[in-house]
């Protein structure tokens, strides 16, 4: 949850006064153009954001301690070691996660599709296999909160149905909450709520549907553009 929640870099302002409310057990697409602030938002969420204002993640401030092994993150690129095999990445990270569950690496490598290549250094992989074992790393534990940067990007489009697959997966048999940026709006169609940004400022936080009936549009992209234009932006 977040009230009137602002980052300022330097003499600047890099969101302004947000307010927003994620539901638990859901997966929010969080959409708008390079540079809108999306990045920004995650960081402080997750807690390695400076912020000001009123920003709660899991009932604790964001940036708790308490926070700790409950919430996983996905950066753009491939946060993981190229010289290790995948099942050594997720042990490493395994092995950090302060939340300690059995067996769960080798349930992760083979959800995801990974078996075949579990013991093949990482930076043998193709792009979409280290990204799934990028996710793989910050599914270790068991997160409540998933927070992942544009995960699909430069993806093929096979893969990218594979990985949301799996994301509404998590939502409804695990109950974990998502948070998925991206700058393509089609994807805002497998979400069951949309937070869309411009300029570090949210234009619109309603379900996909509510969008499309709210703008008037048949698609998410004209529903954007006639969002903007209503604010006379």
Not at 88 to 105: R, T
Not at 159 to 183: A, F, N, P
Request: hydrophobic share 40%; net charge negative; aromatic share 4%.
């Amino acid at each position: 949850t977040a009230t009137d929640l602002c980052v300022p870099r330097g003499s600047k302002e890099i969101l302004h006064g947000l307010d927003l409310n994620l539901e638990s057990g859901t997966i929010t697409g969080l959409l708008g153009p390079s540079g809108c602030g999306k990045t920004t938002l995650m960081r402080a969420i997750i807690g390695v954001q400076r912020y000001q204002n009123t920003l709660t993640v899991l009932g604790n401030p964001a940036g708790s301690r308490r926070n700790l092994g409950h919430i996983g993150y996905v950066t753009q690129q491939a946060s993981i070691y190229p010289n290790l095999s995948v099942k050594a990445n997720l042990d490493y990270f395994a092995a950090l996660n302060p939340v300690k569950i059995k067996d769960q690496v080798d349930a992760i490598i083979d959800v995801l599709g990974l078996a075949a290549v579990a013991h093949r250094p990482a930076a043998q992989l193709s792009g979409g296999q280290r990204g799934r074992v990028s996710l793989g790393c910050a599914l270790v534990g068991k997160p409540e909160l998933l927070v992942l940067d544009e995960p699909t990007v430069g993806l093929d489009p096979v893969t990218r149905d594979d990985i949301w697959t799996y994301l509404r997966q998590l939502s409804d048999t695990e109950g974990t909450t998502l948070l998925v940026s991206s700058h393509v709006m089609d994807e805002a169609l497998r979400c069951d709520a949309v937070l869309l940004m411009r300029e570090g400022a949210l234009l619109a936080h309603d379900t996909p549907a509510g969008l499309l009936r709210t703008a008037g549009t048949e698609t998410l992209d004209d529903a954007f553009l006639a969002l903007i234009k209503a604010q006379g932006k």
